[in-house]
């Protein structure tokens, strides 16, 4: 009896595969479910730093929103402490102003009867010169 070889039914290779795509596979049997299982922990996590994102934004406008209305406040209590300070000016400005008026008119009274009073005296000695 003559043994006649038998061919290898191990050998995964065929005459038409690609090298490549063989590398592929094995990849995919060793590394594949790994593979998957980190992809959806990264699309896991960046959506959870998208949403973190999201809510600090939120935030940031809403203190930016609190501070400036702050700011406006304080703004405003500033105007009004201005005009207050400017009102007072100018009253005490009027006030003084009145005054320098009045002693003016004090002063032109004074000199209007003094007037009238040296007319009349001048009147009186033309008329005892003229006779």
């Given amino acids: 009896m003559s043994?006649?070889?038998?061919?290898?039914?191990?050998?995964t290779e065929t005459p038409s595969s690609d090298p490549l795509q063989d590398l592929q596979r094995v990849r995919e049997i060793l590394f594949g479910a790994q593979q998957r299982s980190t992809e959806q922990q990264l699309a896991e996590l960046e959506q959870r730093l998208t949403g973190r994102i999201d809510a600090l934004r939120r935030e940031l406008i809403a203190a930016i929103g609190s501070e400036s209305s702050a700011a406006a406040q304080r703004l405003q209590a500033a105007i009004g402490e201005l005009g207050a300070g400017v009102r007072a000016e100018q009253a005490a400005l009027a006030t003084r102003l009145h005054e320098q008026l009045q002693h003016l008119q004090t002063g032109k009274l004074d000199r209007d009867a003094m007037a009238d009073l040296l007319t009349g005296l001048a009147v009186r000695l033309g008329k005892q010169a003229g006779a």
């Fill in 3 to 11: 043994a006649k070889p038998r061919p290898d039914t191990t050998s």
